[in-house]
């Protein structure tokens, strides 16, 4: 069993409450393993749709260690739902004992290698986002989308 992004499978819970994220390969996986959808933002009490939302100055390490802060592109603070929502999909994953969890790229949430800079300028950086940040505390192997 592995988890995926939600938005993965097409699920409609990115910022936008569009589907365009769905991926073949991971949709195809469905035939092979079990895969667990969720989705953080949604456990930590985000509305689908909500505002664009990046890390600002910073990753999801500096989130859960209080040096950071997601932001929405109006300025609203969301990190508190942004942690609850990555301490939920932990739980999940130790429930069913997860060992590995299939991220949606350049999120402020699951991205993996890289996120945008919270410039709100498409820019990337060198970085996970916050769920990915605590499964990987946790031992928790994560791959990108890209990499499947």
């Known amino acids: 069993m592995k988890i995926v992004s939600a938005c993965l499978l097409g699920t409609k819970c990115a ?26 933002e949604q456990l930590g009490g985000l509305a689908t749709p909500r505002v664009l939302q990046e890390i600002e100055k910073g990753n999801g390490d500096d989130v859960l260690d209080g040096r950071s802060r997601v932001k929405n592109k109006i300025g609203q603070d969301v990190t508190r739902q942004f942690i609850r929502g990555a301490k939920e999909a932990l739980k999940i994953a130790k429930q069913y004992n997860i060992k590995e969890f299939i991220a949606k790229s350049r999120s402020p949430s699951c991205g993996c290698g890289s996120i945008y800079d919270g410039s709100f300028s498409k820019r990337l950086i060198k970085g996970d986002g916050v769920t990915v940040a605590l499964f990987k505390r946790n031992g928790i192997k994560v791959i990108s989308e890209n990499n499947i």
């Open 15 to 40: 910022w936008d409450g569009k589907d365009r994220y769905r991926n073949k390969k991971v949709i195809e996986l469905l035939g092979e393993e079990t895969l667990i959808p969720l989705c953080p």
